[in-house]
């Protein structure tokens, strides 16, 4: 099933609704602070629930230096900063 955009996997259990679901994915959430991408709630022979989940991956920006600054990109740089880079020596590792 899916909840939330997560795809929730459900074992062994038969009665589990999907409110019971969105209090997994917020518990999880909160202790994590980080979003869901995946979730597998399996019964045990006890009566609790182990769960299984797997955090989405961050966004990653890559991040080089160039003339002196951290960039990722260099779409926001006036026509000198652009010259600047533009005429600059790179160097190559042999």
């Known amino acids: 099933m899916i909840v939330n955009d ?3 996997t459900v ?5 589990v609704t999907a409110h019971e679901v969105e209090n997994y994915i917020a518990y999880i959430e ?3 602070h ?7 709630i ?7 629930v182990t769960l299984g989940y797997e955090m989405r991956q961050p966004k990653f920006e890559r ?4 003339t002196g600054y951290l960039v990722g990109t260099t ?3 006036n026509n ?14 042999h």
């Open 6 to 8: 997560i795809n929730v």
């Open 11 to 15: 074992n062994g259990l038969s009665d």
């Open 30 to 32: 909160g202790q994590t």
């Open 34 to 40: 980080e979003k869901l991408d995946s979730l597998s």
């Open 42 to 48: 399996t019964g045990t022979d006890d009566g609790r």
């Open 63 to 66: 991040v080089r230096r160039i």
């Open 75 to 77: 779409d926001r740089w």
């Open 80 to 93: 000198a900063k652009r010259a600047e880079e533009h005429e600059r020596v790179k160097h190559g590792l």
